[in-house]
Protein backbone atom coordinates (compact mmCIF):
# COMPACT_ATOMS: atom_id res chain seq x y z
CA UNK A 1 0.00 0.00 0.00
CA UNK A 2 1.18 3.38 -0.75
CA UNK A 3 1.04 6.24 1.27
CA UNK A 4 1.18 9.63 0.42
CA UNK A 5 2.15 12.77 1.85
CA UNK A 6 2.30 16.80 0.57
CA UNK A 7 4.16 19.51 1.48
CA UNK A 8 4.93 22.77 -0.23
CA UNK A 9 1.72 24.69 1.12
CA UNK A 10 1.72 28.07 2.03
CA UNK A 11 0.77 31.69 1.25
CA UNK A 12 2.16 33.19 -1.88
CA UNK A 13 0.99 37.06 -3.48
CA UNK A 14 -0.67 36.81 -6.40
CA UNK A 15 1.41 36.41 -9.32
CA UNK A 16 3.78 34.34 -7.46
CA UNK A 17 5.11 30.72 -7.23
CA UNK A 18 5.15 27.93 -4.99
CA UNK A 19 6.19 24.27 -5.19
CA UNK A 20 4.20 21.49 -4.26
CA UNK A 21 5.45 18.36 -3.56
CA UNK A 22 4.15 14.84 -3.33
CA UNK A 23 6.39 11.92 -1.77
CA UNK A 24 5.33 8.46 -1.92
CA UNK A 25 6.26 5.83 1.37
CA UNK A 26 5.54 2.17 1.07
CA UNK A 27 5.45 2.17 -2.49
CA UNK A 28 6.91 4.10 -5.29
CA UNK A 29 4.58 5.86 -8.54
CA UNK A 30 6.04 3.02 -10.62
CA UNK A 31 3.51 2.34 -13.33
CA UNK A 32 0.30 4.84 -11.25
CA UNK A 33 -1.07 7.78 -12.67
CA UNK A 34 -0.94 10.69 -9.95
CA UNK A 35 -2.52 13.70 -10.22
CA UNK A 36 -3.34 16.60 -8.13
CA UNK A 37 -6.72 18.11 -6.93
CA UNK A 38 -8.34 20.89 -4.95
CA UNK A 39 -10.89 22.16 -3.05
CA UNK A 40 -11.22 25.42 -1.94
CA UNK A 41 -14.21 26.29 0.98
CA UNK A 42 -17.54 25.80 0.13
CA UNK A 43 -16.89 24.35 -3.72
CA UNK A 44 -16.16 20.85 -5.02
CA UNK A 45 -13.25 19.52 -5.73
CA UNK A 46 -11.53 19.94 -8.90
CA UNK A 47 -8.61 18.59 -10.94
CA UNK A 48 -5.88 20.12 -11.21
CA UNK A 49 -3.21 18.50 -13.33
CA UNK A 50 -2.38 14.54 -13.84
CA UNK A 51 0.34 12.79 -15.15
CA UNK A 52 -0.73 8.79 -16.76
CA UNK A 53 2.22 6.24 -15.92
CA UNK A 54 1.91 4.66 -19.49
CA UNK A 55 3.01 7.07 -21.43
CA UNK A 56 4.22 9.86 -19.10
CA UNK A 57 1.76 12.48 -20.54
CA UNK A 58 0.90 15.14 -18.65
CA UNK A 59 -3.13 16.80 -18.66
CA UNK A 60 -4.19 19.74 -16.83
CA UNK A 61 -7.25 21.78 -16.15
CA UNK A 62 -8.03 24.72 -18.38
CA UNK A 63 -7.79 27.06 -15.21
CA UNK A 64 -3.92 26.54 -14.92
CA UNK A 65 -3.08 25.50 -18.22
CA UNK A 66 -0.04 27.50 -18.99
CA UNK A 67 0.79 28.34 -15.14
CA UNK A 68 0.99 25.00 -13.59
CA UNK A 69 3.97 21.49 -14.39
CA UNK A 70 3.38 18.58 -13.48
CA UNK A 71 6.31 16.58 -12.70
CA UNK A 72 7.83 13.47 -11.24
CA UNK A 73 11.64 12.41 -10.35
CA UNK A 74 13.29 9.52 -12.01
CA UNK A 75 13.13 7.50 -9.03
CA UNK A 76 9.26 7.68 -9.21
CA UNK A 77 9.02 8.64 -5.60
CA UNK A 78 8.16 12.09 -5.80
CA UNK A 79 5.54 14.10 -7.88
CA UNK A 80 5.69 17.99 -8.01
CA UNK A 81 3.23 20.83 -8.68
CA UNK A 82 5.05 24.24 -9.73
CA UNK A 83 2.38 26.59 -9.62
CA UNK A 84 3.21 29.81 -11.61
CA UNK A 85 1.35 33.05 -11.67
CA UNK A 86 -0.48 32.22 -9.51
CA UNK A 87 -3.98 34.17 -8.95
CA UNK A 88 -6.42 34.32 -6.10
CA UNK A 89 -8.83 31.58 -6.89
CA UNK A 90 -5.98 29.33 -6.70
CA UNK A 91 -6.70 29.59 -2.77
CA UNK A 92 -7.30 25.92 -2.25
CA UNK A 93 -6.55 22.89 -0.06
CA UNK A 94 -4.33 20.73 -2.70
CA UNK A 95 -4.48 17.15 -2.44
CA UNK A 96 -2.04 14.81 -4.11
CA UNK A 97 -3.54 11.16 -5.44
CA UNK A 98 -2.54 7.85 -6.82
CA UNK A 99 -4.54 5.01 -8.84
CA UNK A 100 -3.61 1.56 -8.69
CA UNK A 101 -0.31 0.26 -10.50
CA UNK A 102 -1.44 -0.43 -14.42
CA UNK A 103 -4.31 1.54 -13.74
CA UNK A 104 -6.25 2.49 -17.20
CA UNK A 105 -9.10 5.27 -17.05
CA UNK A 106 -10.30 8.85 -16.70
CA UNK A 107 -7.31 10.45 -15.10
CA UNK A 108 -9.46 13.88 -14.31
CA UNK A 109 -12.07 12.23 -11.92
CA UNK A 110 -11.25 11.65 -8.31
CA UNK A 111 -13.04 7.86 -8.66
CA UNK A 112 -10.38 6.51 -10.41
CA UNK A 113 -7.78 6.99 -7.42
CA UNK A 114 -7.33 4.81 -4.89
CA UNK A 115 -4.84 6.73 -2.11
CA UNK A 116 -4.92 10.57 -1.67
CA UNK A 117 -2.55 12.12 0.35
CA UNK A 118 -4.05 14.64 3.61
CA UNK A 119 -3.77 18.05 1.65
CA UNK A 120 -1.57 20.72 1.69
CA UNK A 121 -3.08 24.59 1.91
CA UNK A 122 -2.51 27.19 -0.67
CA UNK A 123 -3.40 30.53 -0.10
CA UNK A 124 -2.84 33.51 -2.66
CA UNK A 125 -2.88 36.94 -1.35
CA UNK A 126 -3.70 39.88 -3.35
Known amino acids: QVQLVESGGGLVQAGGSLRLSCTASGRTFTRRTVGWFRQAPGKEQEFVAA????????YYADSVKGRFTISRDNAAVTVYLQMDSLKLEDTALYYCAATTTGYIGTYDAPDGYGTWGQGTQVTVSS
Open 51 to 58: RTWSSGKT
